[in-house]
């Protein structure tokens, strides 16, 4: 029974190193400024983290709600006899952690269980959602989006992902595009809940790989998405 969750992957080093500034919080007149979509490409990697996420739960503290670690919760659920190794605890939020367990069997053992007590605290748990704390909306316009000025060795859907994924979600590359027979205009449609989100330009960086010695640089061009024709 595999219970934990794998690490992130890295990967390659990219050749312009972002420099982190300070965290600090967005205002409201901030937070109201920003776009109110931002669509992400679906990737094998969240595909598989859901997969194992069937078998995750969400807990939170009650009560006076004291501080509770993770070993505690771990601690309370051998006692109620979950198997050392066949779960793992993940501090999260809104909720307090993440329960990940290593079968279906024990994941309904938990959810049947009363509250646990922690720390003289109710432990209440419930099954994980990807759509909690989400929002649905309906991406009813679809456009014919033309991208011109993208260099042949960026001429990948997710470069183009990366240009244009706040504004909407790609549906199909033309077939000219896709086998790279041509390589004048990257040609695509697209699902959108706002045309008029759609960027009409972008500043390209490709970074270089990294030189001997540390050295970075980056290739700095433009790529420009036009909308062609749409329709509802």
């Excluded at 029974?1 to 992957?9: C, I, R």
């Excluded at 990219?14 to 490409?41: D, K």
């Excluded at 995750?56 to 051998?78: D, I």
């Amino acid at each position: 029974m595999v219970s934990k969750l794998p690490p992130m992957e890295e990967g390659p080093p990219l050749a312009v190193v972002p420099e982190w500034g300070p965290v600090r919080e967005a205002g409201l007149e901030e937070a109201a400024r920003a776009p109110l979509l931002y669509v992400v490409r679906r990737t094998a990697a969240m595909c598989d983290l859901e997969q194992r996420l069937q078998l995750a739960m969400v807990a939170t503290v009650g009560g006076s709600r004291p501080v509770v670690s993770g070993e505690q919760v771990l601690a309370a659920l051998r006692w109620r006899g979950v198997p050392e190794g066949a779960v793992s605890v993940h501090s999260f939020g809104p909720e307090d952690f993440l329960v990940v367990f290593g079968s279906r069997e024990l994941r309904d053992h938990v959810a049947a269980m009363p509250a646990v007590l922690v720390a003289g605290a109710p432990l209440s748990f419930r099954p994980w959602n990807r759509q909690a704390q989400a929002q649905m909306v309906s991406m009813r316009s679809k456009v014919f989006l033309v991208l011109e000025g993208l260099p042949p060795h960026a001429w990948d859907t997710g470069v183009v992902e990366d240009l244009l994924g706040k504004s909407c979600a790609i549906d199909a590359v033309a077939p000219e595009t896709k086998d790279r027979s041509d390589m004048s205009l990257f040609k695509l449609t697209a699902w959108t809940s706002d045309v008029d989100a759609i960027p009409v330009a972008r500043k390209l960086a490709v970074p270089e790989p990294v030189a001997a010695g540390g050295a970075r640089a980056a290739q700095v061009g433009s790529a420009a998405a036009v909308v062609r024709a749409g329709g509802a």
